[in-house]
T-cell receptor
Framework: QQQVKQSPQSLIVQKGGIPIINCAYENTAFDYFPWYQQFPGKGPALLIAIRPDVSEKKEGRFTISFNKSAKQFSLHIMDSQPGDSATYFCAASRNYGQNFVFGPGTRLSVLP | DTEVTQTPKHLVMGMTNKKSLKCEQHMGHRAMYWYKQKAKKPPELMFVYSYEKLSINESVPSRFSPECPNSSLLNLHLHALQPEDSALYLC????????????????FGSGTQLSVL
C-alpha cells in the first residue's frame, strides 16, 4: 500500500515533443504528490506538486494531471528541451508527512 | 540562501574506517533528513530529525549513526561499513512538521558519493 508505481522506466523524445510520465498509488491517505527532477551528480529538486482537491496544475512548461478516482497522476512537459534530460521521480506523502514514498524514476532523454 | 550544503562530495573508505558526512542549511528549516540513493534507484529515507530530535529511523543498521548538533547542522557518522553501503547519501531539509498549510517541500543537497572498499 505504500508503493508508488511509475512508468515508463525510460523515455526518449525529440525536442519540442511532450513526454508524459505516469504514476499510480494505492494508499488513499496520500494527500500530497510532488515531482522531483534529478540531474546526474545532483540531488533531486522539486519541480511541481499537487494535492488531490485539484485535477490539474501548471507551472511553466510542466503540468500535473491528477485523477483521484483512478489513483493516478501524470507529469506532462510541454515543448521539451534537451536541458530537460534528467531522471524524474514522482512521490507521495500523507498528513503533511515527512516520509515520502518515491516512485522508481523515469530517465528522460530529449534529443536535439 | 536556499542551499543545502553537503561535505565531502566524494568519500572512499575501508570497511574498518570511521568517517562522518556533514550537512548544513541556513533556511531556518526545522526538519532535516538523510536519504540513501543507489544508482538508477529512487532515494530511500534513512533518518528524519524534527526540531533537533530524531523522529524517524527507518530501521537503518547501527553502523550508521545520525547526529543533529543544532537546527542548521546534520551529521551522519559511519563505522564498519560494508561494500553494499556504497551509494549517494543525500541530505535534505524542510520547514518542519508544524508548518501548517504547507506540505513538506524538500530541499536536497548534491550528496556525498560514498565508496566502501
Amino acid at each position: 500500500q505504500q508503493q508508488v508505481k511509475q512508468s515508463p522506466q525510460s523515455l526518449i523524445v525529440q525536442k519540442g515533443g511532450i513526454p508524459i510520465i505516469n504514476c499510480a498509488y494505492e494508499n488513499t491517505a496520500f494527500d500530497y504528490f510532488p515531482w522531483y527532477q534529478q540531474f546526474p551528480g545532483k540531488g533531486p529538486a522539486l519541480l511541481i506538486a499537487i494535492r488531490p482537491d485539484v485535477s490539474e496544475k501548471k507551472e511553466g512548461r510542466f503540468t500535473i494531471s491528477f485523477n483521484k478516482s483512478a489513483k493516478q497522476f501524470s507529469l506532462h512537459i510541454m515543448d521539451s528541451q534537451p536541458g530537460d534530460s534528467a531522471t524524474y521521480f514522482c512521490a507521495a506523502s500523507r498528513n503533511y508527512g515527512q516520509n515520502f514514498v518515491f516512485g522508481p524514476g523515469t530517465r528522460l532523454s530529449v534529443l536535439p | 540562501d536556499t542551499e543545502v550544503t553537503q561535505t565531502p562530495k566524494h568519500l572512499v573508505m575501508g570497511m574498518t574506517n570511521k568517517k562522518s558526512l556533514k550537512c548544513e542549511q541556513h533556511m531556518g528549516h526545522r526538519a532535516m533528513y538523510w536519504y540513501k540513493q543507489k544508482a538508477k534507484k529512487p532515494p530511500e529515507l534513512m533518518f528524519v530529525y524534527s526540531y533537533e530530535k530524531l523522529s524517524i529511523n527507518e530501521s537503518v543498521p547501527s553502523r550508521f549513526s545520525p547526529e543533529c548538533p543544532n537546527s542548521s547542522l546534520l551529521n551522519l557518522h559511519l563505522h564498519a561499513l560494508q561494500p553494499e553501503d556504497s551509494a549517494l547519501y543525500l541530505c535534505a531539509s524542510s520547514q518542519g512538521p508544524r508548518a501548517f498549510g504547507t506540505n513538506e517541500k524538500l530541499f536536497f543537497g548534491s550528496g556525498t558519493q560514498l565508496s566502501v572498499l
